[in-house]
């Protein structure tokens, strides 16, 4: 038994020795009621859009099957695990400013909680189905504030979500756009979020240290990217942007391995003068893998590039779906140990094995891993 008092709360990067984590639930997980944030519409499996409901019970248990496999696996390499408390999803939520019809689940606690030193920031969140999901992980953060004096916790501030928060019609004209348009509209940055309040996704955020790259996407804003850089004032905040239409968090997609090493998405190209950075301080930019699949599970809002979406234990060892052969040997052969962690029915339910957890305690101080800096970025 673990001494509980014992909690640590310090996790600088994405590969120090990790010893304390939070792995998601998929319990009670809604395909959640229509908002302006994002449209689902999956008529081929019962979701046509506009339709809301929870997930098929077996795939909800199939899921949770993996899910305490996974963490298993992590307590069996002696890693602290802790869960959140799902509440009830179905419920209708709101505001002074909105309704929202149903909440969403609390799979992927990457979304939600961001860890950086001894610090746990609940996120703000752009989705109004998921504004009230930081209370799953209240009984932990309560629980790790007691245990951990050193514990500091932060919450951003909570955003509106009213109807100014979202482009009046985004989706709607969205859909009318031939692919090249899209890509010319996200090339602007051009998403459903507007820039009256800071909102972001800690997913979109690689933390390396010293330095922070963070993702404008269709679930962070560059408001969002601002409050970041005043409140973590003492690190390097980085914007990056991928060649993808419609970007939703960055780790499957620039994904730090260990110091000197990063993977970076084919299929979403680099452009290279944000690059610089890595280059200049000699690190690795490695091309992922062909992933598994071509298409995504059923009822999934992720992409096939969940493949590149792995959980790094320590500098030398890392969690990898164990459908993701091509994946799991480019790892071992650029030197990792390989863990193939079954979890392609988890992915509906939110991602993968980065999304489903949250480190809380890696070994490790705050580093500088990208001395030389590159000017303007
Ligand atoms: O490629 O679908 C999934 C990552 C979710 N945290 C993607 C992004």
């Not at 689940?105 to 609940?122: A, H, S, T, V, Y």
């Not at 863990?339 to 980065?354: A, T």
């Amino acid at each position: 038994m673990q001494d509980r008092k014992k909690t640590v709360t310090n996790s600088w990067n994405g590969w120090d020795p990790l010893k304390h984590v939070i792995v998601g639930r998929a319990d009670g997980t809604m395909v959640q009621a229509p908002e302006l944030a994002i449209e689902q519409d999956w008529p081929d499996y019962g979701f046509p859009r506009g339709k809301y409901g929870h997930y098929p019970k077996e795939m909800e248990e199939k899921a949770n099957e993996q899910l305490d496999n996974f963490a298993k696996i992590l307590e069996s390499r002696g890693i602290r695990v802790d869960r959140p408390t799902p509440i009830d999803f179905s419920q209708t939520v709101k505001t002074p400013d909105w309704n929202q019809e149903s909440m969403f689940g609390c799979m992927p606690p990457r979304d939600i909680i961001f860890i950086l030193g001894n610090q746990i920031l609940e996120s703000t969140g752009s989705y109004r189905s998921r504004w009230f999901e930081y209370l799953c992980y209240r009984p932990l953060l309560e629980q790790y504030f007691e245990e951990d004096p050193n514990m500091r916790w932060e919450a951003a501030p909570k955003p509106r979500l009213a109807d100014l928060t979202y482009k009046k019609n985004f989706w709607k004209e969205w859909r009318t756009l031939r692919k090249e348009e899209q890509m010319e509209r996200a090339k602007n940055r051009d998403w459903v979020l507007t820039e009256v309040e800071p909102v972001f996704a800690p997913a979109d955020i690689a933390r390396f240290g010293k330095d922070l790259i963070v993702q404008p996407s269709t679930v962070t804003n560059m408001a969002g990217v601002d409050w970041l850089r005043r409140h973590f004032s003492e690190h390097r905040v980085h914007v990056m942007n991928f060649k993808e239409t419609l970007p939703v968090h960055i780790d499957a997609t620039w994904v730090p391995l260990r110091p000197g090493l990063v993977l970076y998405n084919v299929g979403r190209p680099f452009v290279p003068a944000q690059a610089k950075l890595f280059e200049v301080n000699d690190w690795e930019i490695v091309e992922c893998a062909t992933p598994a699949h071509e298409v995504s599970a059923p009822l999934s809002f992720c992409s096939i590039w969940l493949a590149m979406n792995v959980l790094s234990l320590d500098p030398k060892t890392i969690c990898v779906e164990a459908q993701e052969t091509a994946q799991m040997e480019q790892l071992n052969k650029l030197g990792f140990e390989v863990i193939p962690v079954p979890f392609w029915d988890v992915s509906p339910f939110g991602g993968g094995l980065h999304c489903a957890t949250a480190d809380v305690y890696r070994e490790g101080s705050c580093e500088d891993y990208l001395p030389k800096q590159v000017k303007d970025f």
